[in-house]
């Protein structure tokens, strides 16, 4: 029997999804809703169309796909899980640590249903092999990593959610840099300290265009992070640092392309420790968006744990972003910020 399937929120990350779980067999999307319908409705056949999530919660589902803006995204996922839903959510899941405590507080008592998060960068070609090579050892451990994730704008209309705190609870670190941060966390493990700067001087908005992050793990690891929004161009590009040579991702196969070829260098040492080989490997194709959905409804159907993107995970990902915000004591003290994660 298929797996009866509803997205709240059907913009371009809603439209994306539903291409895939098409591709997915026995998964059939139901119904959708978005408060646009109610003046641009699409023509999507075989498809209930609602101009709100309450209605759509009506049907009859297995799986709530939450596509919302931040300040609704949690309230959607808590009332997904409330009525008995498996739910995926896109990053990030909240605006705040706030927000994170109320979803947890809800999902921890209905273990039997399935919540993950949308870190699509994990299911990359590049992150994977990355990942493959790290474990493998050869190289050695992880010693330092550099992190750049930026474009040239926040957005590209003043009038989009994104520059207003009230309904995204951060800036570029929250809405994109929150990805780099993901995968600082995958290749480090976590981070023990952290010292930032924070600033929104180039845009003039009420959320960050800009932050610096230097984080150290407690074995000593260190990391260096710059999120930005005022980029010439898009760029992603990690670097990671082992022991025996190292291996630099650069460029991220996107729905835009604008962000360049996706590749992943891997350089090793020679045994004298000067000079030594490199080779660098490209990918042209995304399996991103396909592989995250069959990971998540693999995991509902064998009731087997979250993988990639779980509360936990979710949790501490974000935990981060708040520290990184709140190192920086003007940023805090500006926007009262706190880091601390509420009881639950």
Not at 1 to 25: E, L, N, S, T, W
Not at 168 to 183: K, S
Not at 206 to 215: F, I, K, M, P, T
């Amino acid at each position: 029997m298929a797996c009866k399937v509803g997205i709240a929120g059907y913009g371009v990350v809603g439209k994306r999804r539903h291409d895939f779980i098409d591709q997915v067999p026995d998964l059939q999307v139901v119904g959708v809703c978005d408060r646009r319908f109610e003046t641009e409705p699409p023509d999507v056949p075989g498809v209930e169309m609602f101009t709100s999530y309450q209605d759509l919660l009506q049907m009859d589902l297995d799986i709530l796909l939450v596509c919302l803006t931040n300040d609704v995204a949690p309230d959607v996922t808590i009332a997904g899980l409330e009525k008995g839903l498996h739910v995926m959510c896109e990053k990030p899941p909240g605006r705040d640590l706030h927000d994170m405590a109320r979803i947890a507080a809800v999902a921890k008592a209905r273990p039997g249903q399935k919540l993950k998060y949308g870190f699509n960068h994990r299911y990359h070609h590049s992150v994977r092999l990355a990942l493959q090579l790290v474990a493998d050892g050869e190289l050695g451990s992880v010693v330092n990593l550099r992190g750049v994730y930026g474009k040239s704008a926040i957005v590209n209309f003043e009038s989009d959610w994104r520059t207003k705190r009230s309904i995204a609870g951060g800036g570029i670190l929250l809405d994109q840099g929150i990805h780099m941060v993901d995968l600082l966390r995958l290749f480090a493990g976590d981070f023990k300290e952290v010292k930032s700067f924070v600033s929104n001087d180039f845009w003039r908005h009420d959320v960050e265009d800009n932050a610096y992050a230097l984080l150290r793990t407690e074995g000593g690891v260190v990391a260096i992070l710059h999120s930005s929004a005022t980029q010439w161009q898009h760029r992603f590009h990690l670097e990671i640092a082992l022991e025996k040579g190292a291996l630099v991702l650069s460029g991220i196969l996107s729905g835009s392309k604008s962000y360049g070829k996706e590749s992943l260098t891997i350089s090793r040492k020679n045994v004298s420790g000067s000079g030594g080989e490199e080779n660098t490997i490209y990918f042209e194709e995304d399996p991103s968006w396909l592989d995250e959905i069959i990971e998540f409804v693999h995991a509902v159907r064998e009731d087997k744990p979250i993988s990639n993107g779980s509360l936990e995970e979710a949790t501490r990902t974000m935990q981060l972003v708040y520290r990184i915000y709140c190192a920086d004591e003007s940023w805090r003290d500006q926007w009262n910020l706190s880091d601390s994660y509420p009881p639950i």
